[in-house]
Antibody
Framework: QVQLQESGPGLVKPSETLTLTCSVSNGSISSDFWGWIRQPPGKGLEWIGHIFHSGSKSYNPSLKSRVTISLDMSKNQISLNLSSLTTADTAVYYC??????????????WGQGVLVTVSP | DIQMTQSPSSLSASVGDRVTITCRASQDIRNYLNWYHQKPGKAPKFLIYGASTLHSGAPSKFSGSGSGTEFTLTISELQPEDVGTYYCQQSYSTLLTFGGGTTVEIK
């Protein structure tokens, strides 16, 4: 089955830009939607955004001015860029596939997640 | 934004108990409601879509019901592997939102 693996820096400084990469195995990003969800320590889940294989994107309005999600078809990878970081961006970041069937959609599978800490 | 509210925020139950979690939407979302289970230290796993359709591979002890603004997730007989946090998520609007979670513990 499709597996997702996130990678990126564990520690970044305030005001910097975070770049995370998600490698997809046993499947192709040339179909379906692919996206990111984050979870601050001890808190709930927040949808960041997703991208369709055609390049169509949708972002959470609360993050839209700072977020870019992109696909690298040659590497079968999804990337997340989040700029102007603050300590409030400290969270576990999950890579997800968004599946759509008969108008319903859901997130499955999820990557294992990567903890990103924003600190001076 | 569609706000999702779960209750209770936490519960403690005995092995074998029937457990019910409620999720309320701030507006009508028809049956565009998903459920996930997050074990401690792990990524969430998808359980149910369309409010009541069990995802293939999800245990049959989980069931969902509801439509409109009120939904429930039921665990028929609680087992130790069911501990963790359960989240509802609406897929009705383009801004996808989650409930705050319900943490389930074994008494």
């Amino acid at each position: 089955q499709v597996q997702l693996q996130e990678s990126g820096p564990g520690l970044v400084k305030p005001s910097e830009t975070l770049t995370l990469t998600c490698s997809v195995s046993n499947g192709s990003i040339s179909s379906d939607f692919w996206g990111w969800i984050r979870q601050p320590p001890g808190k709930g889940l927040e949808w960041i955004g997703h991208i369709f294989h055609s390049g169509s994107k949708s972002y959470n309005p609360s993050l839209k001015s700072r977020v870019t999600i992109s696909l690298d078809m040659s590497k079968n990878q999804i990337s997340l860029n989040l700029s102007s970081l603050t300590t409030a961006d400290t969270a576990v970041y999950y890579c997800v596939r968004r599946s759509i069937v008969a108008a319903h959609n859901w997130f499955d599978p999820w990557g294992q997640g990567v903890l990103v800490t924003v600190s001076p | 934004d569609i706000q999702m509210t779960q209750s209770p925020s936490s519960l403690s139950a005995s092995v074998g108990d029937r457990v019910t979690i409620t999720c309320r939407a701030s507006q009508d979302i028809r049956n565009y409601l998903n459920w996930y289970h997050q074990k401690p230290g792990k990524a969430p796993k998808f359980l149910i879509y369309g409010a009541s359709t069990l995802h293939s591979g999800a245990p049959s002890k989980f069931s969902g019901s509801g439509s409109g603004t009120e939904f429930t997730l039921t665990i028929s007989e609680l087992q130790p592997e069911d501990v963790g946090t359960y989240y509802c998520q609406q897929s009705y609007s383009t801004l996808l939102t989650f409930g705050g979670g319900t943490t389930v513990e074994i008494k």
